[in-house]
C-alpha cells in the first residue's frame, strides 16, 4: 500500500490566493483527517470525516476554510482567500476502527 | 477535557544509551494512548498505542510504553538509543474510548548524540 498520499508537498502562494491541498486516504480506511501544525500551536485537528460524512470541523480555524470528501478516495482542503497566518504544515491522515492513524507526508504552505 | 503534557521539550542522550520520553495525561473516563514519532520533514507514524489490557505496551524500533493510570502517565522508553531514533516524539489520548478525537501534546525532540 502506498500510505496516505498528499499533493503538493510545497505551496508557496501569495496572500489573497485560493489554496487546494489533497489528499488520498489509504484504501479501506473509513476515517479521514486534516490536521496543521505549526510551531507555535503544535498539532491541531481541523476537521475529520467518517464514511465520507464531515462528523466534527470545529477545528476549522474560521470561513476561509472548507474541506469536502466526494468519496472514499479522495478528500480536499481549501483556504480561500489565504493569509499569511495560514503558514503551516498541514497533514491528512486516515484510519479504520482498532488502528492508530496513519499520516500523510504533509504539505508545507508559505502564504507570501 | 482531556489534555496531554510532555514535560520536555528536548532531550539530548549519547548513543546506546537508556531514554526515557514522559507523558502525562488529564481526564476522568477511559482513554486510548499514543506515541507518534515524526522524522524530519516526514508525516506522523504510530509507535505504540494502549488499549486495554497489559499495561506494558510495546512498539515498533524497540520502544515500549507503560501505562500508569494512578499517575495518569504513558512514558515512553528505550533501553538503547540509536542515531536513526533522532526525531520528534507525541504523546496522545482519546477523548473517551474514540478512535477519532484524540489529543495531540506539544512534542518532544529527542536528539541522540554520537
Known amino acids: 500500500d502506498a500510505g496516505v498520499i498528499q499533493s503538493p508537498r510545497h505551496e508557496v502562494t501569495e496572500m489573497g490566493q485560493e489554496v487546494t491541498l489533497r489528499c488520498k486516504p489509504i484504501?479501506?480506511?473509513?476515517?479521514l483527517f486534516w490536521y496543521r501544525q505549526t510551531m507555535m500551536r503544535g498539532l491541531e485537528l481541523l476537521i475529520y470525516?467518517?464514511?465520507?460524512?464531515?462528523?466534527?470541523d470545529s477545528g476549522m480555524p474560521e470561513d476561509r476554510f472548507s474541506a469536502k470528501m466526494p468519496n472514499a478516495s479522495f478528500s480536499t482542503l481549501k483556504i480561500q482567500p489565504s493569509e499569511p497566518r495560514d503558514s503551516a504544515v498541514y497533514f491528512c491522515?486516515?484510519?479504520?476502527?482498532?488502528?492508530?492513524?496513519?499520516f500523510g507526508p504533509g504539505t508545507r504552505l508559505t502564504v507570501l | 477535557a482531556q489534555s496531554v503534557t510532555q514535560l520536555d521539550s528536548q532531550v539530548p542522550v549519547f548513543e546506546e544509551a537508556p531514554v526515557e520520553l514522559r507523558c502525562n495525561y488529564s481526564s476522568s473516563v477511559s482513554v486510548y494512548l499514543f506515541w507518534y514519532v515524526q522524522y524530519p520533514n516526514q508525516g506522523l507514524q504510530l509507535l505504540l498505542k494502549y488499549l486495554s489490557g497489559s499495561t506494558l505496551v510495546k512498539g515498533i524500533n524497540g520502544f515500549e510504553a507503560e501505562f500508569n493510570k494512578s499517575q495518569t502517565s504513558f512514558h515512553l522508553r528505550k533501553p538503547s538509543v540509536h542515531i536513526s531514533d533522532t526525531a520528534e516524539y507525541f504523546c496522545a489520548v482519546s477523548e473517551g474510548t474514540s478512535y477519532d478525537k484524540v489529543i495531540f501534546g506539544p512534542g518532544t525532540s529527542l536528539s541522540v548524540i554520537p
Open positions: 491522515a486516515s484510519t479504520r476502527m482498532g488502528t492508530g492513524k496513519f
Open positions: 470525516f467518517n464514511n465520507n460524512v464531515p462528523i466534527d
Open positions: 484504501s479501506g480506511h473509513n476515517s
